[in-house]
Each structure stands twice: as structure tokens, then as C-alpha cells.
């Protein structure tokens, strides 16, 4: 039961336009959402996150939208760059007693053309 | 400030053997996760400790343990390795539940 999902498995964009990456998830308890950009043979690099009672977060040349009825995540990147070429990850937490638990998506890989 | 690491970075076993993997979080970091990554599975729990307990445990066998030390740094051990165990072993830290977590370079474990 894959309760993060990026059905996206990959992206490519031209350097300069937008790169738009979407994550859908299921389980309504969760309340805090984070993006982590990964390179080959490296750990997640933390991005971005919002949490459940905000429904957009800027940070430079990224913003994550967050549309809670349609339990539905997106990352803007603009203006994409090369250098964001990689993998990215949706990941979500849960309050309770669920600690340091993140249930990741399956990763969209991105691809920025010069 | 430092980043997370981990040791060692690469390491070969052989089926019906255990590991160790140890893990240094980011000074002032008391939550320490573990996470498992493979081809098929992508990112999964394994166990998170803070103050040297463990508060939550993912969906692995009792083979996988770890444990955390009073200074935070954190183990973790894999008993009679299987074929299966082959995977990016990663570290996480954060201040607490809630927070985001960073993550060290991981452990490349390869099980023979």
C-alpha cells in the first residue's frame, strides 16, 4: 500500500523554464510534507517543507504547493537549472506517535537541458 | 556544522554474517532514523531512537536492530545477512518529531 505516490517517473525541462513535480498521497493523518533532492551515490538533501495548516511555502527558486482536499503536493522549481538535474522525493509524516517516520514517494527523476 | 555521517561508507558480506553500521547525527540532534533504500522498496523506516530509546519501529524483521548512545550517535545491526539485505543504508537526523531530517551519504551494504 503505497500511501505516497509520484507517478511521475521522470521529468526533463529546458534550463530556464519551470520544472513542476506532483506527489499524491493517501493517508489523511498526515500533517507535514517535505521535498529532498538526491544524487547518485549521496543522501536525500533536504529542499523544502510546508505543513498541513499552510497551503504554499516559498524558498529562493522553489515553492511547494500543498492542495489538502485533493491530498495532492507539487514542487515549482523556477527557473530550473542544470544543476537540479536528479532525483527528487516527496516525502510525508504523521503526528501521534509516529516519530521520525517519513514515508517516501518512489522519486521523480528530473533532467534539466542546457 | 557538521553534517550527519555514517561508517563505513562501503562494505561486502557474505550471506549468514552481521553487521554493524554506525551513525554520527548533527551536533544538538537527539532524533536518529534509519532508513532502507532499494531498487524495488525505494525509501523505507526501518527505526527511529531519541534519548537512547527506541519511540518507533517500521515493517523489518528482528533481524535489523540498532541502538542509540548517550552522546546521540546511533548503530544499527543486521544479523544473519541474506541476499535481500543489499541496499543504501541511510542515517537521518533531526532536533525532534516533526522537524525536518537531514541525512548523512549512507552505507552501501552488498550481501554475497
Known amino acids: 500500500d503505497q500511501q505516497v505516490k509520484q507517478n511521475s517517473p521522470s521529468l526533463s525541462v529546458q534550463e530556464g523554464r519551470i520544472s513542476i513535480l506532483n506527489c499524491d498521497y493517501t493517508n489523511s493523518m498526515f500533517d507535514y510534507f517535505l521535498w529532498y533532492k538526491k544524487y547518485p551515490a549521496e543522501g536525500p538533501t533536504f529542499l523544502i517543507s510546508?505543513?498541513?495548516?499552510?497551503d504554499k511555502n516559498e524558498d529562493g527558486r522553489f515553492t511547494v504547493f500543498l492542495n489538502k482536499s485533493a491530498k495532492h503536493l507539487s514542487l515549482h522549481i523556477v527557473p530550473s537549472q542544470p544543476g537540479d538535474s536528479a532525483v527528487y522525493f516527496c516525502a510525508a509524516s504523521e503526528g501521534g506517535t509516529s516519530y521520525g517516520k517519513l514515508t517516501f514517494g518512489q522519486g521523480t527523476i528530473l533532467t534539466v537541458h542546457p | 556544522k557538521a553534517g550527519v555521517t555514517q561508517t563505513p561508507r562501503y562494505l561486502i558480506k557474505t550471506r549468514g554474517q552481521q553487521v554493524t553500521l554506525s551513525c554520527s547525527p548533527i551536533?544538538?540532534?537527539?532524533?536518529v532514523s534509519w532508513y532502507q533504500q532499494t531498487p524495488g522498496q525505494g525509501l523505507q523506516f526501518l527505526f527511529e531512537?531519541?534519548?537512547?530509546?527506541?519511540?518507533n519501529k517500521g515493517n523489518f524483521p528482528g533481524r535489523f536492530s540498532g541502538r542509540q548512545f548517550s552522546n546521540s550517535r546511533s548503530e544499527m545491526n543486521v544479523s544473519t545477512l541474506e541476499l535481500g539485505d543489499s541496499a543504501l543504508y541511510l542515517c537521518a537526523s533531526s532536533l525532534d518529531r516533526g522537524n525536518e531530517q537531514f541525512f548523512g551519504p549512507g552505507t552501501r551494504l552488498t550481501v554475497l
Open positions: 551536533s544538538g540532534h537527539r532524533s
Open positions: 531512537y531519541f534519548s537512547e530509546t527506541q519511540r
Open positions: 510546508i505543513s498541513s495548516i499552510k
